[in-house]
Nanobody, 126 residues
C-alpha cells in the first residue's frame, strides 16, 4: 500500500531556499510517476512539478522553472522538491502525489494521480 509522507516544510523568509521530501513505504516506488502540487489559501490545487519513473523526464509549471527542481532517489523511495529564491506567493500546502497510469500529456493534471500525501506547509514571509 502506498503511503506518502511529506517533510521539510516550514517558515522561511523571501529569498531563502527549502527542500521538501516525500517518502513512500511501498516497495514498488520506482514504478510510480511522482509529482508535487500545492494549494494556497482560497485557491485551487495547482501543479508544481513531476518526474518520470526513472527520472528521465521532468515537468514543471512554467512560472516555476529555474527556481524549483524535482528529483528522486528510487533506492530511498523518495522524491524531492528543491525550492530556491522563495517568494511570498509560494506560500501554500505542498502535496506529494504518485501515479502508475499518467496519460502522456496529462502529467500536470491532479486527476491522473491516485495517491496523495497529507501535505507540508510552506510559509514564506516577505
Amino acid at each position: 500500500q502506498v503511503t506518502l509522507v511529506e517533510s521539510g516544510g516550514g517558515l522561511v523568509q523571501a529569498g531563502d531556499s527549502l527542500r521538501l521530501s516525500c517518502r513512500d513505504s511501498d516497495d514498488t516506488f520506482a514504478d510510480y510517476m511522482m509529482a508535487w502540487f500545492r494549494q494556497a489559501p482560497g485557491k485551487e490545487r495547482e501543479f508544481v512539478a513531476a518526474i518520470t519513473w526513472k527520472a528521465l523526464r521532468t515537468y514543471y509549471e512554467d512560472s516555476l522553472k529555474g527556481r524549483f527542481t524535482i528529483s528522486r532517489d528510487n533506492a530511498k523511495k523518495a522524491v524531492y522538491l528543491q525550492m530556491n529564491n522563495l517568494k511570498a506567493e509560494d506560500t501554500a500546502v505542498y502535496y506529494c502525489a504518485a501515479s502508475t497510469t499518467v496519460v502522456n500529456g496529462r502529467e500536470s493534471s491532479a486527476d491522473e494521480y491516485e495517491y496523495w500525501g497529507r501535505g507540508a506547509q510552506v510559509t514564506v514571509s516577505s
